[in-house]
């Protein structure tokens, strides 16, 4: 289906569909934002599960603004935060609304502007431009933890539940550093060396961080600064470096990143409109991942050390990065799904492998192929 005349049409809006896109916490569903409010799709087919527009949330209701709108798993919980032009609550509240009862179970509220948030079932992560605070989910939620940041206006952090953990990631006081606490037990530990064994301090890049991802078991994290040109991954419990990928030379704005649900596989998005997957290598597998073909040559710069992507394509705007902000979710360990923020469009790729052979020696050739695309409004 040739799509371009549809997704790069003269008559685009001139300011984002979407306010917001966030996946759930196993990326089957994510939820849109914008000025009229949010709905929850699944991710692959891409179907409408929820219009609250339709069923009575924002009925009677004159501003509808919703800028954050995140699920707890395929639960009837949604943590919502008002925005937009006409905001549905002010930018310092919490809702986290029950759809099941079609009423707000929790309301919390705040000083400043509640950037991001994150949920569990027994936590609720509020994500605050210098602050970030863990309370318990109840009724009546308490304050467990708060710990201060630099400012992160973006509210870059992430939060992965396992069943022997609770990684919560963000920014440290200082740039370039990763703050990373186990919640599952740090406030529950009375001995403080102990204690302080769950909360590390990962000085991760020179420059200011800009977005960061922990894979499915929790862990790694893997980390961009403002800079975007280096991926890092860290381990979250002995802090050591993992990986370094290189994403390019120029410097790009990474608008996201997630591991693949088995955790081998890191996806990366930027503003350069190009998408690059790249292998995370443990317990000794043979290597993929591209490298400079001067790698071993002394003299040269650390340039030519890089690892890069083992495949990338190009996708989204080349004429205007404004325009590719891009939301990952990844579908199974060879597909994913991209959510464009300004056009509001649904993208569907699939990771091809295909095998070159020839007298010496079999060669393994990577291709990303789009497999179909659909208007968040269809």
């Known amino acids: 289906m040739d799509t371009k005349k549809v997704l790069y049409s003269s008559r685009e809006p001139k300011e984002p569909k979407l306010l917001g ?17 949010f709905k929850v799709f699944s991710s692959y087919p891409m179907e409408i599960k929820l219009n609250p527009s339709l069923n009575g949330i924002h009925h009677y209701d004159t501003n509808p603004g919703i800028v954050i709108a995140k699920m707890l798993y ?14 549905r609550f002010p930018s310092n509240k919490l809702c986290i609304w029950d759809n099941a009862k079609e009423s707000n179970a929790i309301v919390l509220d705040f000083d400043t502007p509640i950037v991001n948030l994150h949920l569990s079932r027994v936590h609720i992560v509020v994500v605050l431009k210098n602050l970030v605070l863990v309370y318990s989910f109840k009724p009546i939620p308490e304050l467990i933890l708060s710990f201060e940041t630099i400012d992160n206006k973006l509210g870059v952090s ?16 200082l740039p370039g550093q990763l703050h ?7 406030y529950q530990l009375n001995d403080e060396e ?30 961009a600064s403002e800079l975007g040109t280096l991926i890092r991954v860290h381990d979250t419990k002995t802090c ?17 990143m997630k591991f693949s649900p088995g955790g081998d596989k890191l996806a990366v998005l930027s503003d350069k409109s190009t998408l690059h997957i790249y292998y995370i290598f443990q317990n000794g597998k043979i290597e993929e991942n591209q490298r400079h073909r001067f790698k071993n040559v002394p003299v040269l710069s650390k340039y030519f050390e890089s690892t890069w992507s083992f495949v990338s394509k190009s996708i989204g705007d080349k004429t205007d ?7 990952i979710g990844w579908v199974d360990d060879s597909s994913w799904v991209v959510v ?16 070159i052979s020839n007298s010496n020696k079999d060669m393994t050739k990577w291709s990303i192929q789009r497999e179909g695309w659909k208007s968040i409004d269809s």
């Open 340 to 355: 464009w923020k300004f056009k509001g469009i649904w993208e569907k790729y699939n990771l091809v492998k295909k095998i």
């Open 180 to 186: 990373i606490v186990d919640i599952s037990n740090s």
């Open 158 to 173: 992430d939060f992965r539940v396992t069943k022997a953990s609770s990684i919560l990631v963000f920014p440290a006081r």
């Open 194 to 223: 102990t204690k302080n064994k769950s909360i590390a301090l990962v000085k991760a890049h020179k420059n200011a961080i800009h977005c960061v991802t922990l894979s499915p078991c929790g862990n790694l994290v893997a980390s």
């Open 240 to 256: 050591s470096l993992i990986h370094e990928f290189r994403r390019g030379v120029e410097p790009a704005t990474i608008t996201d």
């Open 321 to 327: 990065p404004s325009k590719n902000d891009g939301i």
């Open 21 to 37: 896109v966030y996946f759930n916490q196993d990326q089957t569903c994510f939820t849109t934002c914008s000025n009229e409010g």
């Open 74 to 87: 395929k639960t009837n919980y949604i943590g919502l935060v008002g925005g937009g032009h006409r905001p």
